[in-house]
Nanobody, 119 residues
C-alpha cells in the first residue's frame, strides 16, 4: 500500500490550502484515513481523520477551520484548511488504516507535505 500526498505550500496567514492523499496498491477496504502534522521540535499530532462510513474526528484546535472528506471510490482523503495561522506550519502526513487483499492490516504513513504559513 502506498500513500501519495500533495497540496502543501506557502500561504499567508488567513489563507487556505487543500491537501490531498491517495492510497493505492493491494487495498481490500480502507478502515480509516487521516492527517497528522509535526511542527519543528514537536511531536506528531492528529489533525483529523475519517472512517469509511464517514465518521470524522478533529483535534480541538482545528475544529471549524479544517474539514476532512474522503472519496471512497478513489481511495482519497482531502483536508481543506482555512484561516491558517503561523502555528499551523508543519509537515502534514497522511495516515491510513487499510485491510489489504492479502488479509493483512496495513497501518502507515505517506511521505509528508510541508505547509508553511507566513505572518
Amino acid at each position: 500500500v502506498q500513500l501519495q500526498a500533495s497540496g502543501g505550500g506557502l500561504v499567508q496567514a488567513g489563507g487556505s490550502l487543500r491537501l490531498s492523499c491517495r492510497a493505492s496498491g493491494s487495498i481490500e477496504r480502507i478502515n480509516d484515513l487521516g492527517w497528522y502534522r509535526q511542527a519543528p521540535g514537536k511531536t506528531r499530532e492528529l489533525v483529523a481523520s475519517i472512517t469509511s462510513d464517514g465518521s470524522s474526528r478533529y483535534a480541538d484546535s482545528m475544529k471549524g477551520r479544517f474539514t476532512i472528506s474522503s472519496d471512497n471510490a478513489k481511495n482519497t482523503v482531502l483536508l481543506q484548511t482555512q484561516t491558517l495561522k503561523p502555528e499551523d506550519t508543519a509537515v502534514y502526513y497522511c495516515h491510513a488504516d487499510v485491510l489489504t487483499t492479502f488479509g493483512d492490516r496495513f497501518v502507515g504513513w505517506g511521505q509528508g507535505t510541508l505547509v508553511t504559513v507566513s505572518s
